[in-house]
């Protein structure tokens, strides 16, 4: 049986290497933790690349890259394709991949996945209606995840369940309870708590993933409260 949280890494792997690079991906070879999370933008000219941003400016700057051909973008020569990156894993996790970009369609995504073979693969998006437009042209090889702030879950759990993992932003008990009832997995955000808490509270309410640079840490905490 599957222990739960499972142990994600994110972006940068530790803060010694470059978030969403091969050096980050290497590391994740060494670890091997769970899951592995990228995230994903498309340039002007249809390159599928990976880069988060790390503070405000930088994901507003980043978000316009729809707008900016890709040589542009990777002017320095440091910013790696999905595809690359997916070339450099040598095992197999989970694949979480977070769509920063709503112009990035299904066949974007499909036509670099099905090259490669991953244990399972959860496409990520902040807005429900733009996961529903990828779904129309699915097949049962990925699973949705809906990234959505605690005040409109009242209102998504009306709607028709069309994903498989939500990740609410604030902890309350409750809700997360109510959404494990109606059969989703439930992804517990880190915001406003600290690394041990953090741990502490996602055993506690089974939490899908817990999201860590630190991998081997975290295995050490999840190992003396499971």
């Known amino acids: 049986m599957v222990s739960f949280p499972l142990i994600m890494v994110h972006a940068r792997g530790n803060i010694n290497f470059r978030e969403n690079s091969i050096e980050f991906i290497k590391y994740s070879n060494n670890l091997k933790p769970d899951i592995i999370e990228l995230d994903i933008r498309k340039s002007k000219d249809n390159v599928i690349f990976c880069l988060h941003g790390s503070i405000i400016l930088g994901q507003i700057y980043n978000y316009f890259s729809k707008y900016r051909y890709f040589h542009k973008i990777n002017k ?105 009832e109606k059969g989703y997995e439930v992804k517990l955000s880190s915001w406003f708590y600290f690394f041990n808490e953090f741990i502490k509270k996602s055993v506690k309410v089974h939490s899908f993933y817990v999201c860590i640079s630190d991998v081997d840490k975290c295995r050490k905490l999840l190992n003396s409260r499971i």
């Open 76 to 180: 320095n020569g440091k910013i790696n394709t999905l595809s690359e990156l997916l070339s450099n894993i040598d095992y197999n996790p989970i694949l979480y991949l977070d769509l920063k970009q709503s112009n990035i369609t299904f066949l974007d995504i499909d036509m670099i996945l099905s090259k490669f073979k991953f244990k399972k693969i959860y496409i990520a998006a902040y807005s429900l209606p733009y996961l529903e437009n990828l779904m129309k042209n699915t097949n049962n090889n990925y699973k949705y995840s809906l990234q959505i702030p605690l005040f409109r879950i009242n209102k998504f759990l009306k709607d028709k369940k069309i994903v498989t993992m939500v990740k609410v932003w604030r902890w309350d008990i409750n809700k997360i309870k109510l959404l494990r």
